[in-house]
């Protein structure tokens, strides 16, 4: 379904700033007192650069070529994520720090966690088993590392604040594309019930995490779906038609099905919680079939990487890289644009139920009852 045209419309004026080197430093005051932040390469700021190994990482060129002073953070991307702009929407300069950076610096780590902290990891699942032990945190860790937050905070603030200050948070959570990867290298034909299987123990598991984080004091959870995978450029470099793998795009539709059941489940049950699930998955589609309208004229192959559509390898050093990524959907063979970023973030933060239901984060950020 194509994008409603006033919300299309509402979007232009945007683009021109869309690869700006640095942005305004005019900061409104924050909506919420912190973000704290959990799940995989899509929101992760730089957690994996201080893992071992050379898996899921990003800290190199040429990623983040168009981050302030052309600097890679270990963002999947040329300059912001999406979780960078949801941050800026409700009012900080981008997402908070990585927790595993400050967990070194011992001077900082306890009052920044008062502002935010970002937990997520590349290449992290919502299951524990996704994603190398070495080289990802996973989501039962990134949430172990909040309660340390916690913990740390009880040295500064009472009780009672500390339960405020999560009351009123933002947590962010953008999980499930690479529990959905692993599962399809290891099933590519899965019949109905195998996939109805699979589903239900990814929303098991999801289930019990946000029990988790509700049960540490978060109340406000802004969702992110997952994006329909099947028309990245990876998947497309393995279908000999090019198009998009539909297999990847129906379990990825199945997953945010159930997501939306869950969130409504879990809510009724937890009082206080509020939430809102911000769709990927729409926001990336309608660039898929509004393209021009957007401001896109590529959306199949990758702007940096190598092989067909630019999709066969990542986004390395001397891999080849687009002049105007501006024009391109995908960065690289998984991950969206800068660009991309911000329609994400402008779509799910202030658009309509399309992109972002029962609520959109500014109802759910501005809602402090």
């Not at 299951?127 to 080289?135: A, E, V």
């Not at 978060?218 to 198009?243: A, E, H, M, Q």
Request: one cysteine or more; aromatic letters at 12%; proline letters at 6%.
């Amino acid at each position: 379904m194509a994008a409603p045209l006033h919300f299309l419309v509402l979007l232009l004026p945007f683009f021109s700033l869309f690869l700006a080197p640095a942005f305004s430093s005019g900061q409104t005051e924050p909506k919420v007192p912190a973000l704290y932040v959990f799940g995989d390469s899509t929101a992760d700021v730089g957690n994996n650069n201080y893992l071992p190994g050379n898996n899921a990482k990003a800290n190199f060129p040429h990623n983040g070529i168009d981050f302030p002073f052309s600097r890679p953070t270990g963002r999947f991307s040329n300059g912001y994520n999406g979780i960078d702009f949801l941050a800026r929407h409700v009012g900080f300069k981008r997402s908070p720090p990585p927790f595993l950076s400050l967990a070194s610096n011992t001077s900082h780590d306890i009052m920044r966690g008062v502002k935010g902290t970002n937990f997520a990891s590349g290449g992290s699942g919502i299951l524990d088993s996704t994603g190398s032990t070495n080289s990802t945190i996973s989501m039962t860790k990134q949430i172990q590392y909040f309660s340390t937050v916690r913990s740390q905070l009880t040295q500064r603030l009472a009780i009672e604040q500390i339960d405020e200050l999560f009351s009123k948070s933002l947590f962010i959570i953008s999980s499930g594309g690479n529990d959905i990867f692993a599962y399809f290298s290891q099933n590519r034909f899965p019949n109905v019930t195998e996939r109805q299987n699979f589903i239900s123990s990814l929303i098991t598991k999801y289930g019990d995490h946000l029990k988790e984080l509700y049960a540490l004091g978060g109340r406000k959870f802004g969702i992110v779906d997952v994006p329909p995978l099947g028309c990245c450029p990876y998947p497309r470099s393995l279908n000999p038609t090019g198009g998009c793998l539909e297999m990847l795009n129906e379990l990825a539709q199945e997953f945010n099905g159930a997501l939306k059941v869950l969130m409504n489940d879990v809510s009724s049950t937890l009082a206080g919680m509020k939430y809102s699930i911000g769709s990927s998955n729409a926001v990336v589609m309608n660039i898929v079939n509004n393209p021009g309208a957007l401001g896109f004229k590529e959306t199949k192959t990758a702007c940096c990487g190598f092989g067909k559509f630019n999709g066969e390898s990542g986004c390395t050093p001397n891999a080849t890289v687009c002049s105007d990524r501006r024009l391109y959907l995908f960065w690289d063979l998984l991950h969206p644009t800068h660009a991309t970023a911000k329609i994400f973030g402008l779509a799910v933060y202030s658009g309509p139920e399309q992109f972002a239901s029962p609520i959109n984060f500014k109802k759910l950020v501005e809602d402090y009852n």
